[in-house]
């Protein structure tokens, strides 16, 4: 009999990750405590992907963090979002985590800054080349990034995972020691390091914000999908809850906030999902960041997800 994530992975069309591709290094910047690193390498399907790298400088790398950065409608703006160099400085985990010690990579997703076809080229280490605003026919660009799939009887949702579970092997490579590797995202990166963390069995950690809340309950609400979120068949047999089973035992951390549509019932989801998760240490590996707030990370959520990484970097 299939396990939940067995079927799970069969529904997305989610397979066992491959070797770590070969990397190419394209540009490297010292920075105030770490090193950033302009990375290519090629997904299975062999399209390229560029991501930042941050590298720690002055003490020995305590864990890694594939970073997937959010939505927000800015087509134009990914992993130079959580570098901050453009975008939310609520959303630049990048330096920040590199400073304490945990090597980060940040990938453009499929459709975003690098991977938006009408983009100008690859950014470089400066700000100044990203573009602050998003044109009609970028929307249009990612709209059918899934729409194109889905006719092929494909998803944008196993496609993000491909690129994502990739990345992840990389990091896993570039990071060295037994040493722990987890993923984490807000709202759009969110979602996609949740469905990641709960297939992926290799991810010691999750950090899930902003992305926490049923099919059932958003359906209900009359509340929009994300276009990787749109996947055919899937509330009929499955929710979101079921992803968040196949994280346990390993360590999960779920943000969420009173106005933030994107996490309307995390807290009701934690509940139900907490028996699976205290096998081990009293529960103690799922954790629940709830806050006054809407969508839009503050600092008292951002600061929450660094100290959660960095103390489960150092528990191991």
Known sequence: MHSLRERLAEFIGFLPAEDAPTIESVGRELCDGYARRVVRYAVPDQEQVEAFLFEPIGRPPHGGIL?????????????????GLVG?????????????????????????????????????????????????????????QMAHRLVRGDLLMRKMLQDAQTAFSVLRREVSGDVPVGVIGHSMGGSVALFLGGLDTRIDMTCSSGAVASYRERLARGLALEMAQIIPGFAKWFDVDDVMRCIAPRRLLVVSADD???SVDAAELVQQVRPAFDVREGGARLAHVHVAGG??????????????????????
């Not at 459709?111 to 009408?118: I, K």
């Not at 690859?122 to 660009?141: E, I, R, T």
Request: charge should be negative; hydrophobic fraction near 40%; aromatic fraction near 10%.
């Open 88 to 144: 939310d400085p609520m959303q630049a985990f990048g330096p920040v985590l590199a400073r304490r010690g945990v090597t980060v990579l940040a990938p453009d997703a499929v459709g975003f800054e690098t991977r938006l076809s009408m983009a100008a080229g690859p950014a470089s280490l400066a700000p100044s080349v990203m573009k602050s605003g998003s044109s009609a026919d970028d929307w249009l660009q990612y709209y059918n």
């Open 67 to 83: 970073a997937l950065h959010q939505h927000n409608s800015q087509w134009t703006i990914g992993k130079s979002e959580v570098a």
């Open 260 to 262: 933030d549509f994107g």
């Open 295 to 316: 969508h839009a990370l503050d600092q008292q959520r951002f600061d929450a997800i660094v100290e959660w990484v960095f103390i489960q970097c150092q528990t191991g």
